[in-house]
């Protein structure tokens, strides 16, 4: 029995034998697995947000006078489009600027009638200059007449208080020239008197004088007209920052936009800028849009900026050094893309 136990322990372990020579024979003849080569990531994703490609205006109040204007109105509102040089918005001290542009442009036609009245002074005599009087006279009657004829008129509410102020203001000049022409009736009398002629001295100061004069004309036109909210270029109203009957603050007025052309600005890490090149297909995604949009890498920064865009996972890291790439949208995306600016979007660029 023994021996029996014997030789079965013998067919056993001799089959292990064969066994395992057999396995060790299989591995020499079949070839080990190829390595696996993993391909290279061909495309860069990053955070963005749309803007107009070109660059967002934003409109201040003039900082003129000793106080900060109030806005006396505002004559567009958000989504409103615009033409370059269209008013915008007008300020509470704007009437004050008229007011002086109506000033100054008294004094030029004051200073032109003292010097017309110096050239005739200095080119006739003293019978002229005593015809120029009378006739200044004759005018003054007839504005104080009708300058009486207009208050009763405004009193009664038939015209408004600029035509009574113009009439006034009519009145006024020439009662300033029948005063100066009084003035050198008396001069010529005394030089006809005295025997001497007369000297171009007068015309040369008059002439000064209107000279200054129109300056000073030109500088309430260039305050008022500089006074005046335009829009620099035509665009869209994207934001209002201040009302009517508000003080606009450091942020401004409003902002415009050229909506027509919109860019993603892709907020591309340091380390990946290397795949990045212009032209390349760019593909711009957020649970806002219906559709992807679609563009081009037009430019890549030049300057390494600190990352604004933060992912919404927490664990993510917000420090990192970014460059922005602009990347136009096509004619169709632009559209669709055009009530979106400074949406927070994700953009694939590549391969």
């Not at 006809?192 to 040369?204: H, N, R």
């Not at 860019?263 to 990045?276: F, I, M, N």
């Amino acid at each position: 029995m023994v021996g029996r136990r014997t030789q079965l322990g013998l067919v056993a372990a001799g089959g292990a034998v064969l066994l395992a020579l057999g396995v060790g024979l299989l591995r020499r003849a079949t070839p080990p697995p190829p390595p696996v080569v993993e391909r290279p990531i061909r495309t860069v994703t990053a955070l963005g947000r749309l803007e107009p490609v070109s660059a967002l205006r934003t409109i201040a109040a003039p900082l003129s006078g000793a106080g900060q204007p109030t806005l006396q109105a505002l004559l567009v509102d958000r989504g409103d489009a615009v033409q370059a040089g269209q008013l915008l918005a007008l300020l509470d001290n704007q009437p004050q600027l008229e007011a002086a542009v109506a000033a100054a442009r008294a004094e030029v036609n004051l200073a032109r009638s003292r010097l017309a009245i110096a050239r005739a002074d200095a080119g006739s005599g003293e019978d002229g200059q005593r015809a120029k009087v009378r006739s200044l006279e004759a005018q003054q009657r007839t504005a104080a007449t009708e300058a009486a004829r207009y208050q009763s008129l405004f009193t009664s509410g038939a015209v408004s208080a600029e035509e009574r102020d113009n009439r006034r203001l009519s009145l006024d000049t020439i009662t300033a020239s029948l005063q100066e022409a009084r003035v050198l009736l008396a001069r010529q009398q005394a030089r006809s008197s005295a025997g001497t002629g007369g000297v171009d001295l007068d015309v040369e100061a008059s002439r000064r004088v209107l000279e200054q004069a129109q300056a000073n004309l030109q500088r309430a036109i260039a305050a008022r007209d500089d006074n005046l909210i335009r829009a620099p270029i035509a665009g869209t109203v994207l934001q209002v920052f201040a009302r009517a009957g508000e003080a606009p603050g450091a942020e401004g007025i409003l902002q415009l936009g050229q909506t027509g052309r919109m860019q993603a600005v892709a907020e591309v890490y340091e380390s990946d800028l290397p795949r990045v090149r212009r032209g390349q297909p760019v593909r711009i995604t957020s649970p806002a849009l219906t559709q992807p949009l679609q563009g081009r890498v037009g430019q890549i920064g030049a300057i390494v900026l600190r990352q604004n865009l933060i992912n919404t996972d927490p664990s993510a890291n917000t420090d990192n050094r970014v460059v922005e790439v602009r990347a136009p949208l096509s004619p169709e995306s632009s559209r669709r893309a055009a009530g979106f600016t400074n949406l927070q979007v994700r953009v694939v660029i590549g391969p």
